[in-house]
């Protein structure tokens, strides 16, 4: 069975600062994972989605790594902004090496960004 | 085109009624999924569409919860007799359930069953 954590719960930055969040998985034998963004009262945004095959992905300011042997991915985000305040959610699927199915989810990370 | 919608946005419901979500995917995705939000829960999957099949039924909570889908298109999801504890936000997401599998999420159903 897969399970998702994610650390830390919460962080509050000053705009401006770099910032790192972490992911960890117990079935390592996954084909891709998912990081997710959610507004609140919303539903989920993908952010980025990186393949077993590839050790990181990156979108604008956003870059996600995955280390499978580790069983971790980590979302870094370059010169937070407040728009950046939100939940962010890592989810992989099951593992065995198949990208269908459910997906499971951390409790994701709080992020507030103060000007 | 457009992308995953449900309706009601918000439902309003009393104790031991039944109650209908409904979610549209994106046009062309063949996988649909069913996923429950509530407080101190975090995020629970209920059930997986390929097509008008449920390979995967595991996270239905009880027999109260059912849900199909028709035309390899809209589901719909029912909880019968519903319970205080049914109270959460449903969110449907779908895939193109081709090897990439990249899960698009609908805004989501707020379900409050007093």
């Known amino acids: 069975k897969q399970e998702v954590t994610q650390i830390p719960a919460a962080l509050s930055v000053p705009e401006g600062e770099n910032l790192v969040l972490n992911c960890s998985f117990t079935?390592?034998?996954?084909?891709?994972l998912q990081w997710f963004r959610q507004d609140p009262g919303k539903g989920l945004t993908s952010l980025l989605l990186i393949q077993s095959s590839q050790r990181e992905q990156t979108s604008g300011r956003l870059n996600a790594s995955l280390d499978k042997s580790s069983g971790r991915s980590t979302l870094y985000i370059a010169a937070s902004q407040p728009g950046d305040s939100a939940t962010y959610l890592c989810a992989a699927p099951p593992g065995g090496g198949t990208s269908y199915g459910k997906l499971t989810f951390g409790q994701g990370t709080i992020l507030t960004v103060h000007p | 085109g457009a992308g995953v919608s449900q309706s009601p946005s918000n439902k309003v419901t009393e104790k031991g009624k039944d109650v209908e979500l409904r979610c549209d995917p994106i046009s062309g995705h063949t996988a649909l999924y069913w996923y429950r939000q509530s407080l101190g829960q975090g995020l629970e999957f209920l059930i997986y569409?390929?097509?008008?099949?449920?390979?995967?039924k595991s996270g239905l909570p009880s027999d109260r919860f059912s849900a199909e889908r028709t035309g390899g298109s809209v589901s719909t999801l029912t909880i019968q007799r519903t319970q205080q504890e049914d109270s959460a936000v449903y969110l449907c997401a779908s895939s193109t359930g081709l090897a990439r599998n990249e899960q698009f999420f609908g805004p989501g159903t707020r379900l409050t069953v007093l």
């Open positions: 079935d390592s034998a996954i084909y891709n």
């Open positions: 569409f390929q097509g008008n099949s449920a390979p995967d």
